[in-house]
T-cell receptor, first 111, second 110 residues
């Protein structure tokens, strides 16, 4: 049973527009959420995180929103750039446990 | 430079052979992890270790073994018991929550 779900396998966006990647989770004990970006044949790189005591965290063009009641988080990228094209993984954990990853969403940004 | 080093980057193995993937970190992190990535499957946890000489099974540990004799090193052995070993393997380490990943090792079983 998947605890972290990314229901959209892919997303296509035009350069300059907003990209919104979604993630749902089932375990209400998760208290830390992260987004990773991955290019083919490379390890994932950390993008942004949020703890369960917050509902928003912003870092430059990237903003993560957390809706605990809906067990939903989203990553907003504004403005989107062609270099943002990659696979984005949502991950979650509860204190002291390993991260659980979603299956990823492939973002394609066209110029 | 601080980081995580995985080797080899590419590895070919015949069926029935064991193979060991190396993972070394110089970040002084306590915890280390092995994930496997398959197309459409995301990252699935194989084993993790939160301290030297201790490790726990992840979601897909069958057919794999690990050791954690030193803080810096967390090698993964893919045994002949692993039914579908061809995959991209990722090692990671962490101190507080955020994982830092290596570049990955692609194993192909011929």
């Amino acid at each position: 049973d998947q605890q972290v779900k990314q229901n959209s396998p892919s997303l296509s966006v035009q350069e300059g527009r907003i990209s919104i990647l979604n993630c749902d989770y089932t375990n209400s004990m998760f208290d830390y959420f992260l987004w990773y970006k991955k290019y083919p044949a490379e390890g994932p790189t950390f993008l942004i995180s949020i703890s369960s005591i917050k509902d928003k965290n912003e870092d430059g063009r990237f903003t993560v929103f957390l809706n605990k009641s809906a067990k939903h988080l989203s990553l907003h990228i504004v403005p989107s750039q062609p270099g943002d094209s990659a696979v984005y993984f949502c991950a979650a954990s509860q204190a002291g446990t390993a991260l659980i990853f979603g299956k990823g969403t492939t973002l394609s940004v066209s110029s | 430079d601080g980081g995580i080093t995985q080797s080899p980057k590419y590895l070919f193995r015949k069926e029935g052979q064991n193979v060991t993937l190396s993972c070394e970190q110089n970040l002084n992190h306590d915890a280390m992890y092995w994930y496997r990535q398959d197309p459409g499957q995301g990252l699935r946890l194989i084993y993790y270790s939160q301290i030297v000489n201790d490790f726990q099974k992840g979601d897909i540990a069958e057919g794999y073994s690990v050791s954690r004799e030193k803080k810096e090193s967390f090698p993964l052995t893919v045994t002949s018991a692993q039914k579908n070993p061809t995959a991209f393997y990722l090692c990671a380490s962490s101190m507080w929550g955020e994982l830092f990943f290596g570049e990955g090792s692609r194993l192909t079983v011929l």
